[in-house]
């Protein structure tokens, strides 16, 4: 049987989305199991994994703010939500 040039194309697509969040996976493992996290932490600074794939620094204060305004999603990862550049919103009381 023959498979047509459009499910082969789909095929490859979804094959690369699969590698790149395979990848991505055990990138977070990697740093995970590292302690690169706990390190940071006792030198006041959080890491955090921004929208991009990248992971950043933030000093206790910024990373509390935006933990309270809805800008970090908690987990095994803590992940930004928003562009870093974006101002550390005030949460409302």
Not at 45 to 54: A, H, I, S, T
Not at 64 to 75: D, E, L, M, N
Request: net charge positive; with cysteine; charged share 25%.
């Amino acid at each position: 049987m023959c498979m047509s040039v459009s499910v082969y194309i789909i095929l490859q697509e979804r094959s690369k989305t699969n590698k790149e969040k395979n990848a991505a996976n055990v990138w977070d493992k990697t740093v995970m199991s590292m302690g690169y996290d706990e390190y940071f932490a006792a030198v006041d600074k959080n890491m955090v994994l921004l929208p991009n794939g990248k992971y950043a620094l933030l000093s206790t204060e910024d990373y509390t703010r935006r933990r309270k305004a809805g800008q970090i999603k908690v987990g095994a990862v803590d992940r930004l939500l928003v562009d870093l550049d974006a101002p550390a919103a005030e949460p409302s009381p």
